[in-house]
């Protein structure tokens, strides 16, 4: 049982990148997952989440830049990041919850460079 994040990488400000959780070992249907975001130092914070039934919340940071998905079929759960600050560096770590469960995916790092 686990999550698989990919996607991180290095990008200039202003450009974008797409995020993706695989989950193994477990369907996602009655799970509400979301990203969540750490930087050396600071405490991890949550960027976005989607809900079981597929409401989205999002960080007042990232809201109109960031859309977060998922597909219960597939499995899986992006994050699409457009107009990337600096600010935006930052591992990223996906995380699904249900009923006491959690689960985290290791982190991808994602840096906003020029």
């Known amino acids: 049982v686990q999550l698989q994040a990919s996607g991180g990488g290095l990008v200039q400000p202003g450009g974008s990148l797409r995020l993706s959780c695989a989950a193994s070992?477990?369907?996602?249907?009655?799970?509400?997952i979301g990203w969540f975001r750490q930087v050396p130092g600071k405490e991890r914070e949550g960027v976005s989440c989607?809900?079981?039934?597929?409401?989205?919340n999002y960080q007042d940071s990232v809201k109109g830049r960031f859309t977060i998905s998922r597909d219960n079929t597939k499995r899986t759960m992006d994050l699409q990041m457009n107009s990337l600050k600096t600010e935006d560096t930052a591992v990223y770590y996906c995380?699904?919850?249900?009923?006491?469960?959690?689960?985290w995916g290791k982190g991808t790092q994602v840096t906003v460079s020029s």
């Open positions: 070992g477990f369907t996602l249907d009655y799970y509400d």
């Open positions: 995380k699904a919850r249900y009923m006491g469960m959690e689960f």
């Open positions: 989607i809900s079981s039934s597929g409401i989205a």
